[in-house]
Every structure is written in structure tokens, then in C-alpha cells.
């Protein structure tokens, strides 16, 4: 069965600061690579998603994240954290034919210190 | 924009008892998901709905779990006798389709407390 993990249970980072958060995920093939976000309170928002093309792609709120495929990653990068950006992130993965079913991974909390 | 809402918020329930929680798709959605997350845990698929039926549902959803679009707006999770373990946030989800093409729009969840 497909598994996300996301080592990092806690992160803290200055504001202004970059910031990268890791995933990695283990399937046969490439799955469908996603990362949401959420803020406290609120449901799971979607930052970006990988399914196919170019390697790195872009999301909302300045995010991006590299598919690598070699080392089975998708990590998640900002060049310089905003206070709001403090949260929970969750990288996730649906399989080909999934009808939108995700599987998550633990989750990295985001603490910005400023 | 458009949003999932879910209520309550927050819910105490004593084991054994039973418990609906409600969402409210977005409108032109078809397709409708619970997720739910124990403290600490994964965030976790339970069951996706469409056409009034489930099209799929895990291991986790059994006979104690039940989903229901009692009419044309609210889509709701039925426990029917309430266990210790149940205690999670519950998060309720929609999309357009059933690709990955349209993403999951997730309502904020309504915490389950049983005691």
C-alpha cells in the first residue's frame, strides 16, 4: 500500500526565513503528489499539486514544490516565510484511478518566530 | 468563493450514543468525501459518496458508520453507537469530479469528543 511520510513533526523558522519542508512517498509509480495546508481552525487548503510535466510547481501563497523522483520527495519550499504562513502542513498522495481519495502524511507543524 | 460548511463545530457525545454531523457541499458539487483525524494522527479517508451511493469506503467505515444526502444540500455521517476511539475531527470534503483534476475542497471540520 502507498505511504506519505513526513519526518518532521515540528519545524520553526525566523520570519523572512526560507523554508522546506519534506515528504516523501512510497508507490510503485508516480502517484498524484498534493500539499495542503491548515491554519488553525479552518479546513485543508490546497497549496499545489504534481501530476505530470515540469518538476517544480508553483502554488498559491508563494509555495512551490520539487518532484523528485529519484528520491521519491516532493518537498515543500518557500523563499521567505511570512508570519501567517505558521500552520500545518500536509503532503498527500492519490493513485491512478483513486476517484480523488488522498492518503496524508502525519503532518508538519510550522511555528514563525518573529 | 464557495465553501464546505460543517456543524457543529465541536460535538460531546457519550459512548454508545449516536451522533450526526452535517456538512454542506459546495452547490454544483457531485462528489462528496469524509475524512477524519485522530489527534495526532493522519488525516484519514473513511468513505466517498456520489449518485447516492458509496463508491468507496475504508476499512474504518463499518456498520457502524452510515452516510446519508438527505436532500438536495446537506451530506451527513451517522455513528451509530459511539466508541471511545471515534473521538477525532471530522472533516468533510467535495469536488466538481472524482479526477484529481478537481481538487478536494475541505469544509473546517467538526470535532468529535466521546467520553
Known amino acids: 500500500a502507498q505511504s506519505v511520510t513526513q519526518p518532521d513533526i515540528h519545524i520553526t523558522v525566523s520570519e523572512g526565513a526560507s523554508l522546506e519542508l519534506r515528504c516523501n512517498y512510497s508507490y510503485g509509480a508516480t502517484p498524484y503528489l498534493f500539499w495542503y495546508v491548515q491554519s488553525p481552525g479552518q479546513g485543508l487548503q490546497l497549496l499545489l499539486k504534481y501530476f505530470s510535466g515540469d518538476t517544480l510547481v508553483q502554488g498559491i501563497k508563494g509555495f512551490e514544490a520539487e518532484f523528485k523522483r529519484s528520491q521519491s520527495s516532493f518537498n515543500l519550499r518557500k523563499p521567505s516565510v511570512h508570519w501567517s504562513d505558521a500552520a500545518e502542513y500536509f503532503c498527500a498522495v492519490g493513485l491512478t484511478g483513486g476517484g480523488n481519495k488522498l492518503t496524508f502524511g502525519t503532518g508538519t507543524q510550522l511555528k514563525v518566530e518573529l | 468563493e464557495p465553501e464546505v460548511t460543517q456543524t457543529p463545530s465541536h460535538q460531546v457525545t457519550q459512548m454508545g450514543q449516536e451522533v450526526i454531523l452535517r456538512c454542506v457541499p459546495i452547490s454544483n458539487h457531485l462528489y462528496f468525501y469524509w475524512y477524519r483525524q485522530i489527534l495526532g494522527q493522519k488525516v484519514e479517508f473513511l468513505v466517498s459518496?456520489?449518485?447516492?451511493?458509496?463508491?468507496?469506503k475504508s476499512e474504518i467505515f463499518d456498520d457502524q458508520f452510515s452516510v446519508e444526502r438527505p436532500d438536495g444540500s446537506n451530506f451527513t455521517l451517522k455513528i451509530r453507537s459511539t466508541k471511545l476511539e471515534d473521538s477525532a475531527m471530522y472533516f468533510c470534503?467535495?469536488?466538481?469530479?472524482?479526477?484529481?483534476?478537481?481538487?478536494?475542497?475541505f469544509g473546517n471540520g467538526t470535532r468529535l469528543t466521546v467520553t
Open positions: 459518496f456520489y449518485n447516492n451511493e458509496i463508491s468507496e
Open positions: 470534503a467535495s469536488s466538481a469530479q472524482s479526477s484529481y483534476n478537481s481538487p478536494l475542497h
